[in-house]
């Protein structure tokens, strides 16, 4: 048996490389059902985060359906989602470089016909209305440089010449969700506006439609300012929803013009609407429902009976379940666990078998290297608790110097309505199997535990997010699981303003990383795209009226409370988080001669996708932590210039 060498925590040699994790991993989303094939997006870093709409038949063969350069994605509300649909025997999808629609068979990789014109439109989240010849979608149209982009939904013909199509409906800032009845004679959708994000406040709205398929006389059945409805479906006996007018999202049903509950549960039955096209339940053939729902911080599995109201449980492997879809007693999900990557499955009801259809990575890493998610509930401000996933150090080959704890990265997630998911990743598992402990924070505000817990961050955004990731890593670093001088906070998007915050407004860390992080929050509510233009009043207050609180809070201008070295990673084509948050940042830390380093990457947007870059931004992560801590990595890193970091 080998014998475990003794090596500083962080200088471990791991297999989990950056080559390997560019290489043979990519991201899925909206898996559909269609007969005997299974159909799924993915997103592949080696072709500079291309996605691909990918066709699995029965034989468990694949095919790409989209030919290069095509890209799937759509940039409405920036952040996309449900940028494709089955039509038949062809699938319709959103091209990234232009924003058309266009339209390919299912059979294999044909050259796209474009169905929507050019013009400066973007379309997601469309439904086929096949006895209309047309889809109904989601439109934005960006004509207007100087103001807002519409959003509307409008119906786009799929029989006659391209063109932009037909309003529908209008007069809200913003749509999702339009869905068909199964007898076309009627559309259900979800708008919402300014301030409110679709997870605080959102309406659903039904109206027959007349011959020509124009909507008459829009009813109002649910929602409002302090109660968000997602995800309507059209069922065999009404029109079914979730609902957070409880406290949790819990499913709906509207039939004979009155809303009555179908479940309800403390536990979360959906999530923050990010992305068009979430799915956490769907029909069978006998008026069954599938759903997963979120509870003890995890996903679960459940078949409902819709005409008693008994739920029944599903037992399956995995611990996280997104993208539900059914069709004749099958399920089809993406699923993950501690120990398995997100894979797109299968479940046969009848005999409860399980099929992989297609792993994210297939990497097989020996359990030596793998570290598990181990919840943990912690102590934080004003007597609450909060929650986090721990990830202690392991690798078969090491063990750390006697006496001593490993050092402590705090991982803030984005949103900040996001989650940190208990899914094996190689992200975590490249810190973890090197002799880095990894505590991914679910601070107030995160989703999938309740409303309430969400509303933690009404007004406190820089407050109470900050609080938790402190009080977690102080948590750990006192039971003497982690080296309490020697912790890091790392975060992307709204984490990485957290992490911003954490190292300005508080003293406990000693190096951070800010991805594409907020800076100016002023800045922000002045210069970002329109989805979330005006989220910041409730997470703040609003503006300009309380412009002093988001000075207050921005790390930009308190630079001078900040005392230790950071790094930052930026894309130049990011529309959400503008390269000039993190400049700004940087030539600050300059003029304080503060340790800084800033890449910059062309190219990339809001979030990573391009293998380079990633395979770029961990390594240089890696190398900033080891001049910072003062430890030899195991393997040759491209040195990343740091200024003003003494030798």
């Known amino acids: ?53 990918v066709r699995c038949s029965a034989d468990g063969g694949t095919k790409d359906l989209i030919p290069a350069p095509f890209n799937a994605r759509t940039r409405v509300h920036e952040y996309g989602g449900a940028s494709y649909v089955l039509d038949k025997e062809r699938v319709l999808f959103s091209n990234f470089a232009d924003q058309r629609i266009y339209a390919v068979p299912c059979t294999g990789p044909a050259e796209p016909l474009p169905i929507t014109a050019e013009g400066p439109y973007r379309y997601a989240d469309a439904v086929i209305d096949a006895g209309r010849g047309r889809l109904v979608c989601v439109r934005e149209d960006h004509s207007d440089p100087d103001g807002e982009p519409v959003n509307t939904l409008v119906g786009v013909d799929l029989e006659g010449p391209a063109g932009n199509g037909q309003v529908l409906v209008s007069g ?19 708008s919402w506006n300014h301030p409110d994000m679709p997870w605080d406040g959102t309406e659903l709205w039904v109206a027959d439609l007349d011959p020509s398929g124009v909507p008459r006389q829009a009813q109002h059945i649910a929602g409002g300012r302090e109660e968000s409805v997602i995800q309507p479906v ?83 492997p995995y611990t996280e379940v997104s ?18 990557f997100a894979s797109v499955v299968t479940l046969d009801l009848a005999t ?86 990894v505590l991914d924070v679910n601070y107030g505000g995160s989703s999938g535990f309740g409303r309430a817990y969400r509303q933690r961050l009404d007004g406190q955004w820089g407050i109470v997010d900050v609080d938790d990731c402190v009080n977690g890593a102080r ?27 954490a190292l300005t407004f508080r003293d406990l860390f000693k190096a951070g990383a800010s991805h594409f992080g907020v800076s100016d929050l002023e800045a922000l509510a002045q210069h970002t795209h329109k989805f979330e233009s005006r989220y910041l009043e409730r997470l703040i207050g609003p503006y300009p009226e309380r412009a002093d609180l988001y000075r207050a809070r921005s790390p930009i201008y308190a630079v001078e409370r900040l005392a230790c070295p950071v790094v930052f990673f930026q894309g130049l ?34 979030g990573f996708r391009r293998a380079d870059t990633i ?15 003062r430890f030899e990595p195991a393997d040759p890193l491209e040195p990343v210039p740091i200024e003003s970091l003494a030798p």
Not at 323 to 340: H, I, K, M, N, W
Not at 396 to 424: Q, W
Not at 484 to 501: K, N, Q, V, Y
Request: glycine share 10%; proline share 7%.
């Open 172 to 190: 809200a800032d913003f749509y999702a969700a339009p869905r068909l009845s199964p007898d076309g004679r009627r559309l259900a959708w979800l």
């Open 1 to 53: 048996m080998q014998l475990s060498q003794t090596a500083p925590f962080g200088a471990w040699r791991s297999p989990v490389t950056t080559d390997l994790i560019v290489s043979k991993t990519v991201k899925f989303a909206e898996p559909w059902l269609a007969g005997d094939n299974v159909y799924w997006l993915e997103m592949r870093p080696e072709e500079q985060g291309r996605y691909v709409v």
């Open 352 to 437: 409860g078998k399980l099929q992989v259809m297609r792993r994210s990575s297939e990497v097989r890493l020996d359990p030596g290297y793998v570290s598990a998610a181990e919840p943990i509930e912690f102590p934080t401000a004003n007597d609450l608790t909060a929650f986090g996933l721990f990830y202690a150090p392991k690798n078969r080959d090491y063990v750390g110097p006697d006496g001593e704890r490993p050092p402590l990265i705090v991982k803030s997630h984005g949103g900040p309505t996001s989650a940190a998911e208990a899914s094996l990743s190689l992200g975590v598992q490249y810190w973890s199997s090197r002799g880095f402990a």
């Open 573 to 606: 084509e990011d529309q959400v988080v503008p390269p000039a948050q993190a400049e700004k940042m940087v030539e600050a830390l300059r003029s304080k001669k503060l340790p800084v380093a800033y890449l910059a990457f062309p190219g990339e947007q809001h």
């Open 234 to 316: 059209w069922g065999p006996d009404g029109l079914y929803f979730l609902s957070d007018r409880s406290g949790w999202w819990n499913l709906y049903r509207w039939r004979g013009g009155a809303v009555e509950g179908v479940l309800q549960r403390a536990a979360e039955m959906g999530e923050p609407p990010w992305l068009f096209g979430f799915s956490n339940y769907a029909f069978l053939a006998d008026g069954e429902i599938v759903l997963s729902y979120r509870e003890d911080g995890r996903s679960r599995l459940a078949l409902l009976r819709t005409d008693t109201g008994v739920s029944e449980p599903i037992e399956t």
């Open 475 to 501: 948590y750990l670093a006192e039971r003497g699981r982690v080296n309490g001088e020697r912790l890091a906070i790392r975060g992307a998007s709204a984490g990485g303003f957290t992490t911003l915050a």
């Open 615 to 629: 395979k770029r931004v961990l390594d240089a992560e890696l190398y900033f932590y080891s001049r910072v801590f």
């Open 323 to 340: 993208y539900l879809r059914a069709q004749d007693g099958r399920v089809c999900f993406l699923g993950s666990s501690p120990t398995e």
